[in-house]
């Protein structure tokens, strides 16, 4: 039998994100949480439509899509949907359109990720005020077959490219980690993420089994209940657990998940607004409101509560968000230490 690392390495996969991404040291925001070691891996450098995540599921996901013969990429997401806006620039990259069904607020501006999706010259069609999953997906749906009918091959992509094939991306993670953590390695380490659509999370939970056995994988919902995302974590660790040939499921009890934190989906909280901040000042660390921010959010209370064991070195993984930062400024302008100076008289 094949080693886990040799059937990863057979599954067709497209380089899209520059990688290994970085492991870095965060001394001063783990001596402000009281943590002894916490490490950031800065998976908001991918390199695809300003980094994040989503890069290194759609490394797996493209190649199905090309093998199709599709023309057109169709995808779903919120407003300022990351996975959206990485869609369309892979799309790009691999010269197909992208077509995005969003959902959400009205938008009053075209920033952040919206302006990215502009850029790529994704055509979208937005649901006003209304982002929910199943809608979106309908409306997906519906677009597909109009375009069947008009004679193009479009490729129909779940929210958040989290299907089996996508979160071979985060098995690869977890495997350059492990290589990157060198000898601590060998024993516990903590690794917490931001969970939307629960890819990421499958992949590291898969990744761990693998490759990190000696990990403790946290989730940190932005989306919905923790129990909604244990179930769909563990379908998708089945999925993927498929695809290389290997047996055995993962319980839903396994996967490890906080809701505390979470409030409503794309809404930034106090909360979060205090972990970016702390990141921003004590590191040099962006993170953004809808997902990064309320992750560490998570993290803080976590640590604050002695949920976590603080003697154990800590991963947090950035998964990007950070073009929400620039369509977000309303949320700090409390923060702003701005003294306005007149112009001087001629």
Same mark, same amino acid.
């Given at each position: 039998?094949?080693?886990?690392?040799?059937?990863?390495?057979?599954?067709?996969?497209?380089?899209?994100?520059?990688?290994?991404? +970085?492991?870095?040291?965060?001394?001063?925001?783990?001596?402000?949480?009281?943590?002894?070691?916490?490490?950031?891996?800065?998976? #908001?450098?991918?390199?695809?439509?300003?980094?994040?995540?989503?890069?290194?599921?759609?490394?797996?996901?493209?190649?199905?899509?090309?093998?199709?013969? $599709?023309?057109?990429?169709? @995808?779903?997401?919120?407003?300022?949907?990351?996975? &959206?806006?990485?869609?369309?620039?892979?799309?790009?990259?691999?010269?197909?359109?992208?077509?995005?069904?969003?959902?959400?607020?009205?938008?009053?501006?075209?920033?952040?990720?919206?302006?990215?999706?502009?850029?790529?010259?994704?055509?979208?069609?937005f649901m006003v005020d209304d982002d929910d999953n199943d809608a979106m997906t309908a409306?997906?749906?519906?677009?597909?077959?109009?375009?069947?009918?008009?004679?193009?091959?479009?490729?129909?992509? +779940?929210?958040?490219?989290?299907?089996?094939?996508?979160?071979?991306?985060?098995?690869?993670?977890? !495997?350059?980690?492990?290589?990157?953590?060198? +000898?601590? &390695?060998?024993? +516990?380490?903590?690794?917490?993420?931001?969970?939307?659509? $629960?890819?990421?999370?499958?992949?590291?939970?898969?990744?761990? !089994?693998?490759?990190?056995?000696?990990?403790?994988?946290?989730?940190?919902?932005?989306?919905?209940?923790?129990?909604?995302?244990?179930? !769909?974590?563990?379908?998708?660790?089945?999925?993927?657990?498929?695809?290389?040939?290997?047996? %055995?499921?993962?319980?839903?009890? #396994?996967?490890? $998940?906080?809701?505390?934190?979470?409030?409503?989906?794309?809404?930034? @909280?106090?909360? %979060?607004?205090?972990?970016?901040?702390? $990141?921003?000042?004590?590191?040099?660390?962006?993170?953004?409101?809808?997902?990064? %921010?309320?992750?560490?959010? %998570?993290?803080?209370?976590?640590?604050?509560?002695?949920?976590? #064991?603080?003697?154990?070195? @800590?991963?947090?993984?950035?998964?990007?968000?950070?073009?929400?930062?620039?369509?977000?400024?309303?949320?700090?302008?409390? &923060?702003?230490?701005?003294?306005?100076?007149?112009?001087?008289?001629?």
């Open positions: 039998m094949s080693a886990p690392g040799e059937r990863l390495d057979a599954v067709p996969r497209i380089e899209l994100a520059a990688l290994p991404t +970085p492991l870095q040291e965060a001394r001063r925001l783990a001596g402000h949480l009281g943590l002894s070691r916490l490490l950031v891996k800065r998976d #908001d450098t991918t390199g695809l439509g300003l980094g994040g995540n989503k890069a290194r599921k759609l490394e797996y996901i493209f190649p199905e899509i090309l093998a199709e013969g $599709c023309d057109v990429v169709v @995808t779903v997401g919120g407003a300022q949907s990351n996975h &959206a806006a990485m869609t369309a620039a892979a799309a790009r990259r691999l010269g197909l359109d992208a077509k995005l069904v969003l959902g959400g607020p009205d938008l009053v501006e075209v920033a952040g990720n919206a302006l990215l999706d502009v850029l790529f010259g994704a055509e979208i069609r409306e997906m749906d519906r677009w597909v077959e109009q375009l069947r009918r008009e004679g193009r091959r479009p490729y129909a992509l +779940p929210i958040g490219g989290s299907t089996g094939a996508g979160a071979l991306g985060y098995v690869r993670a977890v !495997r350059e980690l492990a290589a990157q953590l060198g +000898p601590t &390695a060998a024993g +516990p380490v903590q690794v917490l993420t931001a969970v939307g659509s $629960c890819g990421t999370l499958a992949g590291l939970h898969l990744g761990a !089994r693998l490759f990190l056995p000696g990990a403790r994988v946290i989730g940190i919902s932005v989306s919905r209940p923790a129990g909604a995302i244990a179930r !769909r974590t563990a379908e998708i660790v089945e999925e993927s657990a498929r695809l290389l040939g290997l047996a %055995g499921a993962l319980p839903e009890s #396994d996967v490890e $998940c906080y809701d505390d934190t979470f409030e409503s989906y794309g809404v930034a @909280t106090a909360a %979060g607004k205090e972990a970016i901040l702390a $990141c921003a000042r004590l590191e040099g660390l962006l993170l953004d409101p809808t997902y990064t %921010g309320k992750a560490m959010a %998570g993290l803080f209370d976590l640590a604050r509560r002695g949920a976590i #064991d603080r003697s154990v070195p @800590t991963v947090f993984l950035h998964t990007g968000g950070l073009p929400i930062l620039f369509a977000s400024g309303s949320a700090f302008q409390d &923060a702003a230490a701005l003294t306005k100076i007149p112009p001087r008289s001629a």
